[in-house]
């Protein structure tokens, strides 16, 4: 469940303490989530979670994990420097975290750090010329 609450919490550019007020959950109870894990979340809450998600009830279910990890599993492995940077990524906090994923997100943007695909590169250097 927490691969869910946190995929859909940064496409909606939340943290914990604004999904508790919008949500009307308890701040209490969306960190223990993460302190104490999901085992024995509420079906009351999963409702009030599904509701402002605008989600179904099975959204939030186990299974849906083991498919992402099934999905993630034939992805291409970490590199040790993408390791390292995920690690780091994790140790931040959630403002930190989503300073870090701004950041990201602006310096893939600019040419100057991002790997360019031929495609974008013919159309660059056709609107250059």
Not at 75 to 103: H, I, P, W
């Amino acid at each position: 469940m927490l691969r869910q609450l946190d995929k859909i919490m940064i496409e909606h550019g939340l943290n914990k303490s604004t999904l508790s007020k919008n949500s009307d959950i308890p701040y209490t109870t969306i960190v223990n989530f993460y302190e104490k894990g999901t085992d024995n979340v509420k079906l009351s809450t999963l409702r009030k979670l599904s509701k402002y998600f605008e989600v179904p009830l099975d959204y939030w279910d186990d299974e849906s994990d083991i498919n992402i990890q099934n999905a993630e599993s034939n992805k291409k492995k970490l590199s040790t420097d993408e390791e390292c940077l995920l690690d780091s990524y994790r140790k931040l906090n959630d403002f930190g975290k989503q300073v870090a994923r701004l950041n990201l997100e602006g310096m893939s943007r600019q040419h100057d750090y991002a790997i360019l695909k031929s495609d974008t590169f013919v159309e660059l250097s056709q609107e250059l010329a």
